[in-house]
């Protein structure tokens, strides 16, 4: 969950740590540090103050001392130790020489303290990753090199990491090593970089290599090389990157939110794009399942966590009613440990913004060790989760900085019901005329989401007339079920008050005990459908005495019967209004959040991307 960089060979070497740790705040801002090496001299700077932790860490490297030939740094999300500055990364080992910044968890980490304390190691902090700090530092009092001493220290690791060392003795070399979480190595004449995500080294590296699972790699100004665990030597594959520098900034709106809130028809488009043939025929140029697997496909598991899981809900809906297979939706940290049933014909689809969540990557390994297919949807080109399947579809969203996730969410949704649409095609369950209309449908949604987007100002209105309420329910049915949840996730988010999402036929099993005067229920109204039972529900709890919001259809005039506000979007065929009605409830999160004072893009305790479990 944290991030890390590191350069050898740069003339700028704290400066390029600096600008790429403000880059990485979004995995994580407990704290920030970084460590530089010249001959015999690692100097290190630490802060943990919160969101403005790269702050305070740039005004503490105003000491710094210059001509350094490599450094290391780290932004944390603590998961072992308080996020404070005794805990913030690098570490060091006992001669100060050798600092470590590393992002995982090393799950043996009280056994090998345990053993380097009795060895008389000297331990400052509360975390599990400065264990490596002195496992490195035994292998190196023995007279080995830095690159052999990290891979000597790996073997005995057990866990997740992605990790970087630098040494005052060997100053011009840093060792890198990655299991689990992401690591990318970046080159340009004269300097060598790594990152834990390559926005963080866009503008500085010219090419870029993925670091794949229990490979170390030994960095240097003129270039690197990489080795297994075994010590054997290995290529790191080029990757291909087509993000630019202004991809990753705001785009002129206050915040990554806003802009992304306002990307999504751009989004929508993109995803769509070239993927129905002349003849008609759903294609995805990247997938690499054939017709034939697909068409033996008896099951589909989907398995995902937060809005991604939001996004498979509906999946779920598409592919049982048009495709006519049985679908499973699974929160990814449970489908691991409940002892899962792969049969022949099972297909797993794990869905990812990141590609980097490790419930997810769990989820899908562990169904493909039990024989099942996998396809990756996933946003970021070349992860984990994306080299590791069967297949992969690109959901083509951009760069998603915000934690909160938004035009994922709409890139996920058509992604997986294209899928959905192909498979009712190999399956010839639906009439070709059915698809084409459908298709069509499904092409006219970044048009009705620009309409939304029109109305951001009414939305904002509603959010202003409710500021001062705590409670929140969001209630759907159908596909409108999981919209409902994925607006109480935004909401809870990025205000941090409480909201919930539930069915519409189920909070009178529960939940309506809970309804009371001050009580705001947001209710999806959109599908002619479900249309009448959501009215019963929005009139029972007004009954109560709820301030009721709906999300209604133009021209629905009955809606107003029974609610309060009503936040208007464009008619969409059913199946695909998750990705229009979630718009004015991401703006009404979005405005609730500001009228509050929240850091939309920032919410406390949480990180972009979840790669410890
Ligand atoms: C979304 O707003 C959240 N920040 C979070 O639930 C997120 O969707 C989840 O962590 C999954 O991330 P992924 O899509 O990158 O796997």
């Known amino acids: 969950m944290c991030g890390i960089i590191g350069v050898v060979g740069s003339p700028t070497t704290l400066e ?55 450094g290391i740094g780290h932004t944390r999300w603590a998961t072992h130790g308080a996020p404070i500055t005794t805990n913030a990364h690098p570490h060091l080992d006992c001669s100060g020489n050798v600092a470590i910044i590393h992002n995982g968890i090393i ?66 070399v840093i060792v890198a090593a990655r299991r689990i979480s992401p690591l990318v190595v970046g080159t340009t004449p004269g300097a060598t970089y790594l990152a834990s995500d390559v926005p963080a080294i866009l503008d500085r590296a010219q090419a870029f290599y993925a670091v794949n699972d229990d490979e170390i790699v030994r960095l240097a100004p003129e270039g690197f090389r990489a080795i297994d665990l075994e010590g054997a030597p290995v290529r790191l594959r080029q990757l291909a990157i087509d993000w630019d520098l202004e991809t990753a900034e705001k785009g002129g709106y206050d915040d990554f939110m806003t802009k992304e809130i306002n990307e999504q028809p751009d989004v929508l488009r993109a995803t769509l794009l070239d993927r129905r043939r002349n003849d008609g025929t759903i294609t995805f140029d990247e997938m690499g399942v054939s017709d034939d697997e697909l068409r033996a496909v008896t099951r589909v598991v989907l398995v995902a966590a937060g809005t991604s899981h939001h996004a498979a809900q509906v999946a779920k809906y598409a592919i049982e009613r048009w495709a006519r297979l049985s679908v499973e939706v699974d929160i990814a940290s449970e489908y691991r440990y409940r002892d899962p049933i792969v049969e022949v014909g099972t297909l797993v689809i794990g869905v990812s913004q990141s590609g980097e969540t490790i419930d997810t990557i769990q989820a899908t390994r562990e169904a493909k060790r039990r024989g099942a297919r996998v396809i990756a949807v996933a946003n970021v080109v070349d992860s984990s989760l994306a080299r590791e399947a069967d297949a992969v579809i690109y959901t083509r969203a951009g760069l998603e900085v915000s934690v909160a996730s938004t035009k994922a969410f709409v890139a996920q949704v058509a992604a997986l019901e294209l899928l959905a649409l192909r498979l009712a095609q190999l399956r010839q369950t639906l009439e070709p005329a059915e698809i084409a209309a459908l298709f069509t449908s499904l092409n006219a949604v970044g048009e009705k989401v620009a ?139 979005y405005a609730m959040a500001r009228g509050l004072g929240r850091n939309v893009d920032r919410p406390r305790n949480l990180a972009k991307t979840v790669t410890v479990e």
């Open 16 to 70: 390029t740590l600096l600008e790429g740790l403000e880059r990485l705040e979004y995995r994580g801002y407990d704290s920030a540090g970084v460590a530089l090496v010249k001959a015999g001299q690692t100097w290190r700077a630490r802060a943990a103050s919160g969101t403005e932790s790269v702050a305070a860490l740039r005004q503490e490297c105003a000491a710094a001392p210059g001509g350094f030939q490599s």
């Open 107 to 172: 799950e043996n980490h009280r056994d090998l303290h345990d053993e380097l304390e009795a060895k008389g190691h000297h331990f400052t902090s509360s975390t599990d990753s400065e264990v490596l700090a002195h496992l490195i530092e035994e292998w190196r009092a023995q007279g080995l090199e830095l690159l052999e001493s990290v891979r000597q220290s790996l073997l005995v690791v057990r866990g997740a990491f992605a990790l970087a060392v630098v040494d005052a003795q060997e100053p011009d």
């Open 451 to 589: 309409t939304t987007l029109t109305r951001r100002d009414q939305y904002e209105a509603v959010a202003h007339a409710l500021g001062g309420a705590r409670d929140f329910f969001f209630l759907g049915r159908h596909v409108g079920f999981p919209t409902a949840l994925e607006g109480a996730l935004k909401l809870k988010e990025v205000t941090y008050l409480h909201a919930e999402g539930y069915p519409g036929g189920e909070l009178k099993h529960g939940p309506l005990a809970l309804i009371e005067p001050g009580v705001v229920v947001v209710a999806v109204a959109t599908d002619p459908a479900m249309h009448d039972k959501i009215l019963s529900n929005l009139a029972e709890v007004k009954a109560r005495g709820a301030s009721v919001v709906a999300v209604a259809t133009d021209g629905d005039e009955t809606i107003g019967a029974v609610a309060d506000f009503v936040l208007r979007v464009p008619a969409t065929e059913p199946m695909f209004t998750p990705m229009v009605d979630v718009v004015p409830l991401q703006i009404f999160a």
